[in-house]
């Protein structure tokens, strides 16, 4: 599965989207009723990414107040969307397509491994690996991992993001979507070696 989660998402998403100089691009898309997610999730998102333009700052100021109880119920954190919004304007990535992918699977992970219930654990910058580390030659692999872990349970502190802009050189270079290296890393159920296994395919 290389790019099919994020091709099946684009396909579905909403009429609205963003392009790579940030003015608003229309474009007929089909909603299936079982995307309506991504379609109450792209609200918030767009209203993000405008408010953020016009200079506010932080989550609490950028993210829609009545939005909060829908990321809830999907397992996102107001923190998570501002992230990604924060990202898209300061460095041109991910776009919408890709942190509704990402989403897709975490939600997915929310909903039927952990029945709508949230973690109440979260997971510190200081708990995870080094950047420095290596796992058979792959530096910053054990990094991800790990974050990938928090990010499919919900654990992430607020100074935590999966699919930063150190993580994203990686998953490039390995060849790897970041919504589909967050399902492997669910599949591998913990194992490192059958991530590793993967990777190395891929790269």
Known sequence: MTQALTREVL???PVTLYDGTMNRETTPRKIESEK?????LQQPYNEAVDRYQRGKRNAEH???ETSLSFLESIGMSAQELYDFVEDWITAGEPP??????ITAVRRDYFVNIQK???SEHAVETSSLPPGSEELAGYRWLPRIIAKAQAKLRGEMSPDIMYGCGAD???LRKVGIDPAEFLRLVWQAGGNKLVVLEAITRHA
């Open 96 to 101: 919408f397509v890709t942190v509704a992918a």
């Open 168 to 170: 994203r050189p990686f």
């Open 116 to 118: 709508g219930k949230p």
């Open 11 to 13: 396909q579905n998403t």
């Open 62 to 64: 950028v993210i829609p």
């Open 36 to 40: 309506d997610w991504i379609a109450r």
